[in-house]
């Protein structure tokens, strides 16, 4: 019912930025929450970033004060901007989607914060 597409991700030095896009199409229609999670080598899957139909967000410890999620409702496209990239922010990140009864997820990019 929902496609999620994501793009931009890449190699970027510590103290970079990247930004991440999610566009998704289908029965958006019936979308209550999109974000972001990510995993690590060896580490489990982890929120980096969601925000619901009324506007509110929720970040994730590790991202908090570093990471903007926002939505651009026209394209059907969320945005995760990235600064102040560390090291342990290196993941596939992958964006979700989430309806009263189904749970949608891209296919991951992956991002490398290194020297």
């Known amino acids: 019912q929902v496609q999620l597409v994501e793009s931009g991700g890449g190699l970027v030095q510590p103290g970079g930025s990247l930004r991440l896009s999610c566009a998704a199409s289908?029965?958006?229609?019936?979308?209550?929450?999109m974000g972001w999670y990510r995993q690590a080598p060896g580490k489990q899957r982890e929120l980096v970033a969601a925000?619901?139909?009324?506007?509110?967000?929720n970040y994730g410890d590790n991202v908090q004060g570093r990471f903007t999620l926002s939505r651009d409702n026209a394209k059907n496209t969320v945005y995760l901007q990235m600064d102040s990239l560390k090291p342990e922010d290196t993941a596939v990140y992958y964006c979700?989607?989430?309806?009263?009864?189904?749970?949608?997820w891209g296919k991951g990019t992956l991002v490398t914060v290194s020297t």
């Open positions: 289908g029965s958006i229609f019936s979308i209550n929450v």
């Open positions: 925000i619901t139909r009324d506007d509110s967000t």
């Open positions: 979700h989607a989430g309806d009263f009864s189904m749970d949608y």
